[in-house]
């Protein structure tokens, strides 16, 4: 009895997941690692919060030294003084954070409080104003965020030494636990076989066909 006959086009994304089947063991294990990593940094909260602040300290500091190159390099006197300005500035906010990372950490702390304080309160007064399909969630969201702000703006300047580390614990492990659920959809993909579409003669990955 004759296999049946493939498609003549296969959907591009499936066909790319195919293609990604074979290191669903490797991005298994990169989730994996992030979420044991995120797990770790939201039990080390200060220490993830210090070495947050002194790794965003030496990209400005880096950051900086690129801009004064770049005035240097540059001809015109506008864009000299451009660049002179932001170089200066990343070099001194670099500077700053590294030398006095506690005091940063208080300051993104406190920008953060105000960023979930002004976000939650627009969410909210937008769905009051319009409504709209799913704005039950969106004043969900705002709702959440607004108490998140407040939260954290009560207990400044003590949030300011767990609310970094805490935060990026929580994106690690959302990450992590993104690429654990994207390695066991390609695992349970069908084996894929090698074939050669007839609309266009290249060879693309078909998943193999059972039964006799």
Partial sequence: MSSPSLPESI???????????KYWAWLLALGITLVLLGV??????????LTTVLVFGILLLAGGVVQVVNAVLARGWRVFFLHLMAGVLHLVV??????????????????????FLVGGSLRIVYVLLERFP?????????????????????????SSLWVIGLFVGI?????GW???MLAMALKALPP?????????????????????
Avoid: C, K, Y
């Avoid at 770790?40 to 919060?49: H, Y």
């Avoid at 799913?134 to 003590?158: D, E």
């Avoid at 994106?171 to 990450?175: A, G, K, Q």
């Fill in 171 to 175: 994106d690690l492990v959302f990450n």
């Fill in 134 to 158: 799913g704005s039950a969630w969106v004043l969900l969201n705002g709702v959440v965020t607004l108490l998140l702000g407040v939260g954290i703006w009560r207990q400044w300047p003590g």
């Fill in 11 to 21: 959907n591009p994304r499936f066909e790319e997941m195919l293609r990604l089947r």
């Fill in 40 to 49: 770790a940094a939201m039990g080390a909260q200060l220490v993830v919060t």
């Fill in 94 to 115: 670099g500077g700053l954070m590294i030398d006095r990372p506690v005091r940063a950490a208080e300051a993104l702390t406190l920008m953060l409080a105000v960023a």
């Fill in 178 to 180: 993104s690429w654990v």
């Fill in 192 to 212: 894929g076989r090698r074939v050669v579409a007839p609309s266009t003669s290249r060879e693309v990955t078909a998943p193999t066909a059972s039964g006799h």
